[in-house]
């Protein structure tokens, strides 16, 4: 096969076309207003210091299920899971006729570097759900919880069990030291004690160390593609909503921080059954209700093998397992994942109505 010849001039020519195209889209990317606050109605309900609950307003026949709680992680927003109308998990629930609230844990400053894994659990989602249950006059909920939160979402349904009536766990770590799990082997030989000790952890920081997970397609590739693909208003519209909330990334509390790579990267000690909360052990024996696990099999900050051994640990006999064919991100805004997620959770909720 004969290799064609370079020609400077079809060079030049191309240069500049790509040059043109980007600094269409840098125009447009710099005068987009979109907002960060997600794309369905909703209203704050109860709020704790920097945490609000929310209440999104419905939009089809109730189903007539106990309320959904969403909770998410700290590192970004979680407006992720609302994004835009057609690519929303919170639609797709609101779509089935469920219920939805969302914990937003607002954005940690200095006066907040105390905070530990026990005002999380204890307080801010205890009190959350503590006041759905109260204000809708029933005894407990569906809780569903995403990546971080889901984590937070076991130890939680572990201590207050008789609150939870199914748990749904979303690209959740569970084993936090599998050969897959990268993060895991990076701050394997950190001075986490030491890191901690200057306050909050810059957001930016940890947002840094997911792109770096996989740093070509995450940090170059993507520019050049939208470039070269001539991207409609809408797709950039798309475009500019997803790379406002991966740098929209708030600090997270040093103690919290401390705790939770300390006791769960580090010591792996949620599996290990040597986890303690306020002074109690959280075993994960202790989940009796029905626990559905979502995970990403492309997933590369939660990768399968740390979310599926959850199996294993519950004290459960009715546990379903739901492997996505899409990533980490692509569980809350993939075409895919839209289609057939929020569905499968309200039937497998349907399937398990309240006594």
């Known amino acids: 096969m004969s290799e064609r010849a370079f020609d400077p001039s079809r060079a030049a020519a191309d240069l500049a076309e790509f040059a043109q195209r980007a600094a269409a889209m840098q125009q447009a990317l710099l005068a987009s207003s979109e907002s960060g606050d997600g794309a369905s109605a909703r209203d704050a309900v109860w709020k704790q210091d920097k945490v609000t609950l929310y209440r999104y307003r419905a939009i089809a026949r109730p189903a007539g299920l106990p309320p959904v709680l969403v909770v998410f992680a700290l590192v970004n927003r979680p407006y992720i899971l609302d994004l835009a109308p057609d690519r929303s ?3 797709g629930l609101l779509d089935a006729g469920l219920d939805v609230y969302l914990v937003d844990w607002g954005r940690p400053d200095g006066g907040d570097r105390f905070l530990a894994l026990e005002d999380y659990v204890e307080r801010y989602l205890d009190g959350a759900v503590q006041e759905i249950l109260a204000t809708q006059g029933i005894g407990a909920l569906n809780l569903l919880g995403v990546c971080q939160g889901g984590t937070f979402s076991l130890c939680y349904t572990a201590l207050h069990a008789p609150q939870v009536r199914n748990l749904i766990a979303m690209v959740t770590p569970v084993d936090f030291r599998t050969p897959e799990d990268l993060l895991s082997r990076w ?45 409609s208003a809408a797709k950039l519209a798309e475009f500019v909503r997803m790379e406002r909330w991966i740098f929209d990334s708030p600090d997270m ?17 949620l599996v290990a059954g040597t986890l303690e909360i306020g002074g109690r052990k959280v075993s994960l024996r202790d989940i009796g209700q029905p626990v559905l696990n979502i995970y990403a099999t492309q997933d590369h900050i939660v990768p399968p093998s740390a979310s599926v051994p ?11 397992a739901m492997p996505v064919d899409t990533g980490h991100i692509g569980m809350y805004v993939s075409a895919q994942a839209r289609d057939t ?11 398990r109505p309240a006594d």
């Open 89 to 91: 998990l919170i639609r």
């Open 187 to 231: 701050v394997a030989g950190i001075d986490i004690d030491l890191m901690a000790a200057n306050g909050n952890i810059p957001g930016q920081l940890l947002n840094n160390a997911y792109l770096a997970l996989r740093p070509f397609r995450l940090m170059q590739q993507k520019y050049v593609d939208l470039v070269r693909s001539g991207a």
């Open 253 to 269: 509390p040093a103690e919290l921080f401390r705790q939770f790579v300390k006791g769960f990267y580090q010591e792996n000690r």
């Open 310 to 320: 959850l199996a294993q640990y519950l004290g459960t006999r009715d546990y379903t």
């Open 341 to 351: 997620v929020p569905p499968a959770i309200a039937a497998w909720l349907a399937a």
